[in-house]
């Protein structure tokens, strides 16, 4: 089997995107992430916002981006739109690769001279909320209420701090719910597509129709789903599905041990062991991740978020199977109920001179459907307002997302893990690989997985 092995998370491709920004694109690549959260550097509490400028006057206000292609496209979008209407606030966009744009927002707030305005991924937010190093969204721009009437929890909650709202989110960053499908290979294990899943006897069925074998070793996985981040996602989903909760009582540490969470890990650990759907160990996360074994034709099926389709589409141009992004069902039972990120947004420096006119820049692009949409579109992601999910000429635009939007409303904020990567990557992904490549029993890893976890959350917590 011929394999060009990479370790994909949204991190990294973002990071690719960001290296490729300056090249031409004539489509917008994707990239919702999850980063590591960086640490909040402190600072004094933030000041009140300043009056608005008197009405002769015109102000300036810095916006910081991400300067991927989609993201540029959309931000000059706005901001030529919002010229034309207030003449009396000019928008300076400055736009920065993916690395800089981190290193940036943290030196420059040491420093105290950060933009009036930053986007910034939602897994970040309470990090900055906790150091004071970001305003709060003052009430008479919108109220928490208000906010929650608008935005999907999930990418909201992100935003959400000690009952604070501290910024508007733009994006649903979503894993859940939908996966890549390769058409010819299910027209030739004679199962219909777009598959129409009830349960997942029937994914797993099929996916044993799809995996292929040369003697022992397998050369096709039915369904590759050991990605950098979907094996998390579908651990926090396994267990709320089955009725209790990742956090323990203490809504701090994790709770890995409880018969929901073994019967989860259990139940994906059979799904390479007994089912033999995909082998952990040719498929390891660490040298064969999903998109690059799916557009190597070395899947059929593939674990995999919205995210990935419009990078896929650019990024793999020999792949000529065709194929789709489908829905897949709940991990158990009939109801979705599952654990996301929160996405990109805007935030804003609590050390700006116009927080004022800051705050209506912010609430005219994230806040107005129309133009949450152009941000949507030309960015390629999953939106987080409502009214723009239920739009149904969205998918005119961007025709991959049905299986997304369908789960949108019972997503929830995946919550403080303290050192999300660390919990994400080197507890939980390398433990249940492990187990699925028959090294660890599934108490065992359960075990490992709930300590390894809580003592990188109490490091964190002494300042760690």
């Given amino acids: 089997m ?20 300056g090249a031409a694109a004539a489509i917008p690549l994707l990239a919702a992430c999850a980063p590591a959260a960086p640490a909040a550097t402190q600072a004094p509490q933030a000041v009140a916002p300043t009056n608005a400028p008197a009405a002769a006057e015109a102000v300036t206000i810095r916006l910081w981006t ?49 933009a009036d305005i930053i986007e910034m991924f939602g897994s970040w937010v309470r990090s900055y909320a906790k150091g004071n190093t970001i305003a709060p969204v003052p009430e008479s721009v919108m109220t928490l209420a208000e906010a929650q009437n608008i935005f999907f929890k999930a990418p909201l909650d992100g935003f959400v701090y000690q009952g604070k709202l501290f910024g508007l989110p733009h994006e649903y960053n979503l894993e859940n719910g939908g996966a890549l ?15 129409a899943w009830n349960s997942w006897e029937e994914v ?50 994790l709770n890995l041990t409880s018969q929901a969470a073994l019967d989860n890990v259990q139940w994906m650990v059979d799904l390479c062991l007994k089912d033999k759907i995909v082998d952990a160990s040719t498929f390891n ?22 995210w990935v389709v419009p990078g896929g589409r ?39 001179k116009n927080q004022d006119a800051a705050w209506q820049f ?27 999910a239920a739009d149904p000429t969205l998918l005119t635009d961007l025709n991959w997302l049905g299986p997304a939007l369908k789960v949108l409303p ?27 490549q028959g090294n660890l029993s599934v108490k065992d890893a359960c075990a490992k997985m709930e300590k390894d976890s809580n003592d990188k959350i109490d490091s964190k917590l002494k300042g760690g």
């Fill in 66 to 114: 991400f300067n991927d292609p989609g993201w540029l496209k959309a931000s000059d979008e706005l901001i030529k739109k919002w010229a034309a209407q207030n003449s009396k606030i000019v928008v300076k966009h400055e736009n920065f690769a993916y690395d800089v744009l981190l290193s940036t927002i943290q030196t420059s707030m040491a420093a105290k001279n950060e």
């Fill in 181 to 195: 499908a390769n058409k010819r290979m299910f027209a030739e294990a004679g199962i219909p597509f777009p598959p």
């Fill in 2 to 21: 011929n394999m060009q092995h990479k370790n994909w998370s949204r991190r990294d491709f973002l990071k690719g995107l960001a290296t490729a920004a």
């Fill in 362 to 388: 912010i609430k005219y692009s994230a806040g107005i459907k129309e133009n949450s949409r152009i941000w949507n579109v030309n960015t390629g992601t999953v939106p987080s307002m409502k009214d723009v």
């Fill in 410 to 436: 019972y997503g929830r904020f995946v919550g403080d893990l303290q050192d999300r990567d660390f919990i994400w990557y080197n507890v939980v992904r390398d433990t249940i690989v492990s187990a699925c």
């Fill in 314 to 352: 650019v990024n793999y141009p020999k792949f000529t199977d065709p194929w789709d992004f489908v829905s897949i069902p709940p991990l158990f039972g009939s109801q979705y109920n599952f654990a996301a990120d929160s996405g990109w947004g805007e935030v804003v420096s609590p050390n700006s």
């Fill in 204 to 253: 797993i069925a099929d996916a044993k129709k799809l995996t292929k074998f040369d003697g022992g070793s397998m050369i096709r996985a039915g369904f590759h789903w050991l990605n950098a981040d979907g094996i998390g996602f579908w651990l926090w989903e396994g267990i709320l599905e089955r009725g209790a909760d990742y956090f323990a009582a203490d809504k701090i540490h």
């Fill in 285 to 306: 996360p660490t040298i064969a991740d999903v998109q690059d074994s799916f557009f190597q034709g070395l899947c059929a099926i593939g674990f995999r978020g919205p």
